[in-house]
């Protein structure tokens, strides 16, 4: 299987910080890599697929990066509703598996 | 709009089995993979397996093979995980997924099963 290993676990930030979340695949996966923001009891919901790729309706201060091995989510300037645990993904093979998450504190 | 809606929540006693229901509407049942992930509390998310709706061709991951299974009904545009031998760590939020080209676009808003003696 793919491990995915995301860093760092959880991150402190204040408002208007740019951010950055980094995922480690454990093969190359080229850029088959997406990500999600959760809140506190809800789903997943998707941010960026295809590594860099922004998801219709998702603001622009999210991005993505990476290819290969190493991908990066990064939040430009972070807002009080960016609070939220982060997950990578990788869709190259199944099974398909997630990192472990990130969340992000204020 | 696309629309994914779960089953409630399911409290089972270890060895029972259970199954998590999710209806879909706003597209076309049997046009995309619909996958199930779980989460236990305060962990991560993990992938448990897919089936494609128009076939019923299932793949899972290894570490639930031969206690899960995927099936759908396309005349009620339902997906169904059926879990059995249930374990207290088998605690956990399962959400249905679907997949648009190698991304999970929609979800389900997940069903809490409890698995306790």
């Known amino acids: 299987d793919i491990q995915m290993t995301q860093s760092p676990s959880s991150l402190s930030a204040s408002v208007g910080d740019r951010v950055t979340i980094s995922c480690r695949a454990s093969q190359a996966i080229s850029s088959y890599v997406n990500w999600y923001q959760q809140k506190p009891g809800k789903a997943p919901k998707l941010l960026i697929f295809?590594?860099?790729s922004l998801q219709s309706g998702v603001p622009s201060r999210f991005s993505g990066s990476g290819s290969g091995t190493d991908f990066i989510l990064t939040i430009s300037s972070l807002q009080p509703e960016d609070l939220a645990t982060y997950h990578c993904q990788q869709s190259y093979a199944n099974p398909q598996t997630f990192g472990q998450g990130t969340k992000v504190e204020l | 709009q696309v629309q994914l809606v779960q089953s409630g929540a399911e409290g089972k006693t270890p060895g029972a089995s259970v199954r998590v229901s999710c209806k879909v509407s706003g597209y076309t049942f049997t046009a995309h993979y619909l996958h199930w992930v779980r989460q236990a509390p305060g962990q991560g998310l993990e992938w448990m397996g897919r089936?494609?709706?128009?076939?019923?061709?299932?793949i899972y991951a290894q570490k639930f093979q031969g206690r899960v299974t995927l099936t759908r009904d396309t005349s009620v545009t339902t997906a169904y995980m059926d879990l059995s031998r249930l374990r207290a760590d088998d605690t956990a939020v399962y959400y249905c997924?679907?997949?648009?080209?190698?991304?999970?676009?929609?979800w389900g808003p997940g069903t809490l099963v409890t698995v306790s003696s």
């Open positions: 295809a590594a860099s």
């Open positions: 997924a679907r997949e648009w080209e190698l991304r999970f676009d929609s």
């Open positions: 089936i494609n709706p128009n076939s019923g061709d299932t």
